[in-house]
Nanobody
């Protein structure tokens, strides 16, 4: 069955960096756009950014633009979220998601078909 497994979360000080990974299995990874979302306690799930199936296109929410980078390695069936200059308000559970195969990339538009279980990121001194 399809599995998306996030890893790399943890506790980091403000201004620090973390890299999250999301390993996919059981699906055609290289044909699907991938996205990252987050959800803080008491808040709605927030879209962070997404990457096209080829890796050639990316789009970010304004809240993370210039600080976060989404990348992928189709040979490893893995998508990454590099987070720099972290702030306390970045504290949340971070989720990766997969789109349907060959979906056209539209900046800021993503339909998650499969979801990971999430990984906690806490930014605190």
């Amino acid at each position: 069955q399809v599995q998306l497994v996030e890893s790399g979360g943890g506790l980091v000080q403000p201004g620090g960096s973390l890299r999250l990974s999301c390993a996919a299995s059981g699906m055609s990874f290289s044909t699907r756009a991938m996205a990252w979302y987050r959800q803080a306690p008491g808040k709605d799930r927030e879209f962070i950014g997404h990457i096209s199936w080829s890796g050639g296109s990316t789009y970010y929410a304004d809240s993370v633009k210039g600080r976060f980078t989404v990348s992928r390695d189709n040979a490893k069936n893995t998508v990454y979220l590099q987070m720099n200059s972290l702030k306390p308000e970045d504290t949340a559970v971070y989720y990766c998601a997969a789109d349907k195969p060959w979906a056209a990339f539209k900046a800021g538009s993503f339909a998650g078909v499969y979801w990971g279980q999430g990984t906690q990121v806490t930014v605190s001194s």
